[in-house]
């Protein structure tokens, strides 16, 4: 099936530091969401960006939606324990030609007390 | 108000059965989609329902069906189960059809032997 790039796959920071990652597509989408997913549990929505250019905050996680509309930022400042989990990305609309999201294969965030 | 419940939370199949998943979606919201998640292939698309009618398929075998009632709950069935099956079946509601940010559920873990 059609999934979105995401990168770091996987990462290990320690406490207090902030974390970057990214989704990339080939196709440009009209609206990016962010989730989490925590072990044995749903996915839960973080943030929702539906403007080119947009920076959206939730606390401590800011996201973007890129310029080109093909890719999609997310940060966390001053990381802790409880961000532990699973980060996907979602995109839906525009050149994918379909109105279903589509998810990206997930950045795992381990964070280092 | 209640989240997006789904019923089993978990259950184990023999090959060959089949098995009825289901999912009752927020007060309110018409739209049901239905993800496979496993570890290899991620979150993968299987239907989208609104109103009764299925709006989106993904790509996915016949054995995997669905349906929703006029409440907006929905069921998903997979027919002859397969080993490769056995995955987290994530049910996500949202007010109508296309989007606007998904709620999932906390899925069905189904393992089959």
């Known amino acids: 099936g059609q999934q979105l790039n995401q990168s770091p796959q996987s990462m290990f920071i320690q406490e207090g530091e902030d974390v970057s990652m990214n989704c990339t597509s080939s196709s440009i989408f009209n609206t990016w969401l962010w989730y989490k997913q925590e072990p044995g549990e749903g996915p839960v929505l973080l943030i929702a960006?539906?403007?080119?250019?947009e920076l959206t905050s939730n606390g401590r996680l800011t996201a973007q939606f890129g310029i080109t509309r093909k890719d999609s930022f997310l940060n966390i400042s001053a990381s802790i324990p409880s961000d532990v989990g699973i980060y996907f990305c979602?995109?839906?609309?525009?050149?994918?030609?379909?109105?279903?999201?589509?998810f990206g294969t997930g950045t795992r965030l381990k964070v280092l007390a | 108000k209640a989240g997006v419940t789904q019923t089993p939370r978990y259950l184990i199949k023999t090959r060959g059965q089949q098995v009825t998943l289901s999912c009752s979606p927020i007060s309110g919201h018409r739209s049901v989609s239905w993800y496979q998640q496993t570890p290899g292939q991620g979150l993968q698309f299987l239907f989208e329902?609104?109103?009764?009618?299925?709006?989106n398929k993904g790509n996915f075998p016949g054995r995997f069906s669905g349906r929703q009632f006029s409440n907006s709950r929905s069921e998903m069935n997979v027919s002859t189960l397969e080993l490769g099956d056995s995955a987290l079946y994530l049910c996500?509601?949202?007010?109508?059809?296309?989007?606007?940010?998904?709620?999932f559920g906390s899925g069905t873990r189904l393992t089959v032997v």
């Open positions: 960006l539906y403007k080119a250019g």
């Open positions: 329902y609104f109103s009764e009618t299925q709006r």
């Open positions: 996500a509601s949202s007010l109508d059809f296309g989007g606007y940010g998904y709620t």
């Open positions: 979602a995109g839906q609309g525009g050149t994918s030609g379909t109105y279903k999201y589509i």
